[in-house]
């Protein structure tokens, strides 16, 4: 299983960014995926879920309104468009797969929110 994170980087308060994650190693179609970030200091949170049709999502409090999570299960990639961006959004953001008992991270990606 490898799931790789691109798309992060620096951007200034309001301004938008798309991360990418890339599947492989599994049947990416018939499991629901996630988005975590860890901002220094902090635990590691959720921020966004999508089911594996795609036609569920649930989104952390924070985000609700300003990021949308969704998935090309022909590409094996899960997005999360993020707009609105504050300076509280700054933190590595991580893709995530589970299927008990094993779980799989990818190994993250940087967006910093600063002017």
């Known amino acids: 299983v490898q799931l790789v994170e691109s798309g992060g980087g620096l951007v200034q308060p309001g301004g938008s960014l798309r991360l990418s994650c890339a599947a492989s190693g599994f049947d990416f179609s018939a499991y629901a995926m996630s988005w975590y970030r860890q901002a220094p200091g902090k635990e590691r949170e959720s921020v966004a879920t999508?089911?594996?049709?795609?036609?569920?999502?649930d989104y952390a409090d924070a985000v609700k309104g300003r990021f949308t999570i969704s998935r090309d299960n022909a590409k094996n990639t899960v997005y999360l468009q993020m707009n609105y961006l504050k300076p509280d959004d700054t933190a590595v953001y991580y893709c995530?797969?589970?299927?008990?008992?094993?779980?799989?991270w990818g190994q993250g990606t940087q967006v910093t929110v600063s002017s």
């Open positions: 999508i089911r594996s049709s795609g036609t569920s999502t």
């Open positions: 995530y797969v589970q299927w008990w008992p094993d779980e799989y």
